[in-house]
């Protein structure tokens, strides 16, 4: 789904939002930007939870401003997740299939995708803090949305876990064919790849970038940090200096920036651009990782995985 | 720290549980236990009997009418609404006499919605009038229910049911289905309190009906204001005593009830 803003212009008390233009094709988009900045406001404009007091919200060129939230097909997972309390894992589920139009065949899959099953009896408000971010990212799904807002509903994950689901949301994305605007204040988020990156400040839309390049010379870029994790057939790792080597022969194409203190490498792996921030310089063409020097990244679903899955590391990357 | 603030404020806590007990103590060993006997007798408890059931359908009466008041506060913002909504606590702060006078002058037959509703039911009256009682109280009353309920909606379930809406379910589903059921709570301590309120009103019945005509039944604080106009203190502590006795075992069945209800699914 395409979203358009025009003239967007909301006020409660002393704080202001206005959004004069913003477009972002079908795709995974990241907005950032401090407390307070109005990132929220405008996701729940979008979905339709505050109504704008004057401009354009256009959904796939359909201006939906006086469009009821329920009517849009745009989901929106707060930070506090709002499980539906006192409700079982599977009936807050199956709300929007039983409901709305939320559909059975995707809630078959996200309970098996997101590892679900040995929790649907028990009530969403008896679960762990994990647990509900994989069902609140599970439900939104299940209601079969053309856009997913995602209000930093993983921001009290650990990094594995985060890293769990953001990585399946990639494939769901592709797979159920939605857009993602995913709001965070975790810069390591961005090493999923993204289409655009949208900064705010005080209501305002500051920059938006949709290229490495326009990053690098964005001036929210000050903002960002790079993590080195990498994935490899559907497993992730964290990239060292020790485990990065390189090579005139073979490996993985990348562009490289030099900081006074250290490298910043654009890999592309497996089709995805990741960020590897390294104290070496580059020294040959293609990048080497040596898989046995790349420390796994480990959570009890991906090791559930791993044990279903006989697919190896690829080794020939060396 | 803490422990020395603790030490500070628990004379106060205590002084102020004494101030309140104190009373309760004192009217239930006023009398003796077959004075109290022999009071039952003198029509209280069929007294209390019409008190409890007019304050409980009074209660439910308005809970019901803050359901859609609290829908329509918490989706309206502007001044005139919050104008209004502010006007719901006045009744908390008139006196209760006053009360009685007011709804005497809005609903008696020769009076302006008096005469409107008179039209419509030829014969109709009001002074002593079971309808007179229900107006008079729900005015009292009914404020409760509605903070509660509404305070409740607003700021603790409002969020989840425009959850549901962005799952792509319309807002009267999201209300019916998931909102009513976690209103379940607040209803019922919105009845609680509306149901107290109810029962302890007395000045504003004394004007508009002291008795409920054709039965000639006087509601329980009405009933004990007369027995001590009458009879003298001790025939009025000890329906006193009764009342009491009998309001906190209802009180302790309604928020059994109350707890039991908010665990729906």
Redesign the interface.
């Known amino acids: 789904m395409q979203l358009s803003i025009r003239g967007l212009k909301y006020r409660r008390g002393s704080f202001a939002l206005s959004v004069e233009h913003l477009d972002l094709p079908s795709g995974k988009h990241f907005i950032m930007g401090p407390n307070g900045s109005g990132k929220t406001t405008l996701l729940k404009n979008v979905c339709g939870i505050l109504r704008p007091d004057s401009g354009s919200i256009l959904l796939d060129g359909v201006p939906s401003e006086d469009r009821k939230s329920w009517e849009r097909h745009v989901a929106y997972i707060p930070q506090d997740l709002l499980l539906f309390p006192g409700m079982s894992v599977e009936k807050n589920l199956m709300f929007p299939v039983r409901h709305a139009g939320g559909s059975l065949e995707i809630f078959h899959d996200m309970v098996k995708s997101m590892g679900l099953e040995d929790i649907l009896q028990r009530r969403a408000d008896q679960i762990s803090g994990g647990q509900a971010q994989r069902v609140a990212v599970a439900r939104a799904v299940i209601s079969a949305p053309s856009l997913l807002l995602m209000d930093e509903p993983l921001s009290m994950q650990d990094q594995s876990a985060r890293i769990w689901i953001l990585s399946r949301l990639d494939d769901l994305m592709k797979k159920y064919s939605f857009s993602i605007i995913y709001v965070t204040h975790d810069q390591s988020d961005l090493d999923f790849g993204y289409d655009s990156v949208t900064f705010m400040d005080a209501g305002h839309i500051t920059e938006s970038v949709t290229s490495l390049s326009q990053l690098q010379e964005a001036s929210s870029v000050a903002m960002l940090h790079y993590g080195n994790m990498v994935r490899i057939n559907g497993n992730y790792y964290l990239a060292s200096d020790e485990s990065i080597g390189f090579s005139d022969s073979g490996g993985y194409g990348y562009r490289w920036w030099k900081s006074p203190d250290y490298s910043v490498l654009l890999a592309s792996i497996g089709g995805e651009e990741y960020f590897i921030k390294t104290s070496r310089t580059p020294d040959g063409k293609y990048l080497v990782l040596n898989s046995g020097l790349l420390k796994p990244l480990r959570h009890e679903s991906m090791q559930q995985e791993d044990k279903n899955s006989s697919r190896p590391v690829q080794r020939d990357m060396m | 720290m803490r422990n020395r603030l603790l030490l500070l404020f628990f004379p106060f806590m205590a002084a102020y549980l004494i101030f309140l007990i104190l009373p309760i103590v004192r009217i239930l060993t006023f009398n003796s236990f077959s004075f109290l006997v022999g009071d039952a007798s003198s029509g209280i408890l069929a007294s209390i009997y019409y008190t409890y059931l007019i304050a409980l359908a009074v209660a439910v009466i308005s809970v019901l009418l803050a359901l859609p008041y609290s829908f329509v506060m918490a989706r309206r913002n502007s001044v005139p609404y919050r104008i209004a909504d502010s006007l719901v606590e006045i009744p908390i702060m008139i006196p209760s006499t006053v009360v009685g006078i007011m709804i005497l002058i809005t609903f008696a037959p020769q009076m302006p919605v008096g005469s409107a509703i008179a039209r419509i039911f030829p014969g109709y009256t009001f002074q002593d009038s079971l309808f007179a009682v229900i107006i008079t109280l729900l005015f009292v009353s009914s404020a409760y229910s509605i903070r509660i309920v509404g305070v409740s909606y607003r700021q603790e379930i409002l969020?989840?049911e425009?959850?549901?809406?962005?799952?792509?379910?319309?807002?009267s589903?999201?209300f019916l289905?998931?909102s009513v059921?976690?209103l379940i709570k607040p209803m019922a301590r919105g009845i609680v309190l509306s149901w107290a309120r109810a029962i302890s009103a007395v000045g504003s019945l004394l004007i508009v009906a002291y008795y409920i005509f054709p039965s000639f039944t006087q509601l329980a604080g009405v009933f004990i204001y007369s027995q001590f106009l009458g009879g003298g203190l001790p025939d009025a502590a000890a329906s006193s005593s009764i009342l009491i006795i009998t309001g906190i075992i209802a009180m302790a069945i309604l928020r059994a009830m109350g707890g039991r209800n908010a665990?729906?699914?």
């Open positions: 969020r989840y425009e959850e549901a809406m962005t799952l792509g379910i319309s807002d589903k999201s289905l998931l059921p976690m665990a729906v699914y």
